[in-house]
């Protein structure tokens, strides 16, 4: 396997790698084996492409960062339009330092429970920050950048990752491109989560586009406590992304909170510090390893551990 791709700049964004050049650092991250089975399913082999060596820390700097040419390429920002978005954190951070990095103002809602680290993250780049009630969960940090946007229409874009095509087609040109050549072609199953929908219909499609039989592996994160980032979509009233293209998945793993902090207990002691989510997705890998014995599992690092200090993720370790 080749730890390194080199997936090329679309030409279209050209001209703004040129204008911002620290926008060559997101993408093209590094693969790396993770080795905590390997006694145990020794004919396994497990990869993870570390998502939180991209300069805002996360996975969300990929999809973000081409939303946010694209509008520019439309003319949807640039003329003092404000960039408005929910997230429960990790795409704010890249919508603050994006917006920073091309002097575009930004807002960003988040519900009151997100991290202090994110929510100092986002206001470090200048962004104005927005709270909403954390018991009415993720869902209402949504509807409330909804509501902002359509009594403000002319002051804000609303980014809407939720729905905006180009989150999802970002993976679909990038992290699943990169994950074809680092494997040489041999994944045969990708483990994601769902919080927008983007990374897990954007990989799926184009790994079932170039690879007969790969399979597509959802975690299924539990209602509460919950895990930050992801979406059970279980409940009645649960917003579906509208990008998501649920035809991609072939199985689901549920995954608890417990689950996801063993799981990065695990990587730390491997000397891998990722956050929950990635926790969550290693469990799902683990669930994955049991049941096929053999192949090539390839997941993702979402993002780095030190974004959980604040929530009691590592406390007793």
């Not at 399913?41 to 969300?60: C, H, I, Q, W």
Request: charged fraction near 25%; aromatic fraction near 8%; charge should be neutral.
């Amino acid at each position: 396997m080749n730890p390194f791709a080199s997936i090329p700049i679309e030409p279209r964004y050209a001209e703004f790698h040129k204008k911002y050049p620290a926008l060559d650092l997101i993408g093209n991250t590094r693969m790396v084996e993770i080795l905590c089975f390997k006694e145990e399913f020794p004919e396994v082999r497990v990869y993870a492409k570390a998502e939180y060596t991209n300069p805002g820390g996360s996975l969300k700097d990929r999809p973000v960062r081409r939303m946010l040419l694209e509008a520019l390429i439309e003319g949807k920002i640039g003329k003092g339009q404000v960039v408005l978005d929910s997230s429960s954190g990790n795409a704010g951070i890249a919508y603050a330092m994006l917006g920073a990095m091309m002097n575009v103002p930004v807002q960003i809602v988040v519900p009151g429970n997100a991290s202090k680290e994110r929510k100092l993250r986002i206001k470090a780049h200048g962004a104005t920050l927005i709270q909403t009630d954390p018991l009415e969960g993720y869902d209402e940090a949504l509807r409330e950048g909804h509501r902002i946007a359509d009594r403000e229409p002319d002051i804000y874009f609303h980014c809407d990752q939720y729905a905006n095509e180009h989150n999802w087609r970002s993976h679909y040109e990038t992290t699943a491109p990169e994950i074809l050549v680092q494997t040489d072609g041999r994944i045969t199953h990708f483990v994601g989560g769902i919080g927008t929908g983007g990374t897990i219909t954007g990989v799926g499609r184009r790994l079932k586009k170039d690879i007969s039989g790969v399979e597509i592996v959802q975690i299924i994160p539990e209602d509460f406590p919950g895990i930050e980032g992801l979406k059970p979509l279980e409940s009645p009233g649960d917003i579906i992304p509208k990008i998501l293209d649920q035809s991609v998945v072939d199985q689901k793993v549920r995954v608890s909170s417990m689950d996801a902090a063993r799981m990065c207990a695990i990587l730390a002691r491997y000397g891998i510090f990722a956050g929950q989510s990635s926790g969550a997705y290693l469990h799902g890998v683990y669930e994955t390893a049991r049941r096929i014995r053999k192949g090539v599992i390839v997941t993702l690092l979402n993002d780095i551990g030190e974004r959980y200090m604040s929530t009691g993720l590592w406390e007793a370790r």
